[in-house]
């Protein structure tokens, strides 16, 4: 599976961005979906995940209430919808599939990455 995410951006505290990662290679649907960020000096860390089917979704802590994970199966695509952004969000964010159910939090239980797109949130 070859993942191309996109969305990323500079945004001022409180506002919003939508992240996209369109995966091609192999059936979509097939794999648990998640979203990771690493953030300048700090290790990478879970952010959402989602199901092969969308039916459910977990969240870190710091992000539970503010943003939002959903995938289209129909256009290979899973999202990151992200409201009320703060500083500390600030990362470079990283989509993830696992050929598997979904919503692991552990990184190396993710079979494929994308490239990563930045998010830079301005106080």
């Known amino acids: 599976v070859q993942l191309q995410a996109c969305g990323g951006g500079l945004v001022q505290a409180g506002g919003s961005l939508r992240l996209s990662c369109v995966a091609s290679?192999?059936?979509?649907?097939?794999?648990?979906m998640g979203w990771f960020r690493r953030a300048p000096g700090k290790e990478r860390e879970f952010v959402a995940g989602?199901?092969?089917?969308?039916?459910?979704?977990n969240y870190a802590d710091s992000v539970k209430g503010r943003f939002t994970i959903s995938r289209d199966n129909a256009k290979n695509t899973v999202y990151l919808q992200m409201n009320s952004l703060k500083p500390e969000d600030t990362a470079v964010y990283y989509c993830?599939?696992?050929?598997?159910?979904?919503?692991?939090?552990?990184?190396?239980?993710?079979?494929?990455w994308g490239q990563g797109t930045l998010v830079t949130v301005s106080s």
């Open positions: 989602i199901t092969w089917s969308g039916s459910r979704t």
């Open positions: 993830a599939a696992e050929q598997a159910y979904g919503l692991d939090v552990e990184a190396p239980l993710y079979d494929y």
């Open positions: 290679g192999r059936t979509f649907s097939d794999y648990g």
